[in-house]
């Protein structure tokens, strides 16, 4: 098991327990360099109807909990959120089952939606990894990733998001638990924090592998 996995196992349950998950995954990203220069966030949901999220503009591998918000989902955010906090809030509100969205600006996640954003889709098969992605038991298995152009304007994005997310992937394809912002970087999501770290990890390193493909030379 990853580091960045193990680190999200034992945080316990409510905000507390929330707050802690929510800097476990910051330091572990920052650690894998997926969030440089205070870019990225976190939330992981510390209630039926709140979550614990990052602030606007914090460096995410020196979090305290004086950084995290705890953003009821029923009201406006909070003063100091982060603009893409509405883009986490949004996903809650749709799904219940959602009990933790990490976002990160990745190397490879960043470089593919950017060279995807025309066919507004990442589509994966062949890889073994691919069975970390709840659900999935074959390689075979078509997997759709979801590219959206970037948009300063987080509200109008978050409408975008949720009507293609709530329209079925394509026959015989599977929709991941994961979207890509063209040019930004990648949100996943999970049942809780280890789901979450997990499908963010295999959902990376499944971009790298596919970039990596299409130019190796043997």
């Known amino acids: 098991m990853s580091v960045f996995l193990a680190k999200l196992l034992d945080e316990g349950e409510g905000v507390d327990g929330a707050v802690a998950s929510v800097i476990a995954a910051g330091r572990c990203a920052s650690a894998r360099n997926w969030v440089p220069a205070t870019s990225g966030n976190f ?6 109807d709140q979550i614990a999220i990052t602030r606007s503009g914090v460096d995410k591998g020196a979090l305290s909990p004086s950084d995290i918000l705890i953003q009821p ?20 509100q749709d799904n219940p089952d959602i ?12 470089v593919i ?8 889709v990442v589509t994966l098969t062949g890889w073994e990894l691919q069975k970390a992605l709840i659900g999935l038991t074959s390689h075979e298995t078509i997997v759709e990733v979801p590219v959206f152009d970037n948009d300063q304007d987080t509200a109008a994005l978050a409408i975008r998001v949720a009507k293609r997310l709530a329209t079925p992937a394509a026959p015989g394809h ?13 949100y996943a999501w999970g049942s809780g924090p280890r789901e979450a ?17 299409r130019t190796y030379q043997p």
């Open 43 to 48: 939330s992981v949901r510390s209630g039926r």
């Open 197 to 213: 770290a997990r499908h963010l990890e295999a959902l990376e390193v499944l971009f790298q592998q596919t970039i990596v493909a």
């Open 174 to 186: 599977r929709r991941a638990p994961g979207y890509l912002l063209a040019g930004h970087g990648l």
């Open 73 to 92: 989902l029923d009201q406006p955010l909070l003063p100091g959120s982060s603009a893409e906090a509405s883009l986490h809030v949004r996903l809650y």
């Open 113 to 120: 939606a950017r060279a995807h954003a025309g066919d507004g």
């Open 99 to 110: 009990g933790a969205i990490f976002h990160v600006h990745s190397l490879y996640a960043t």
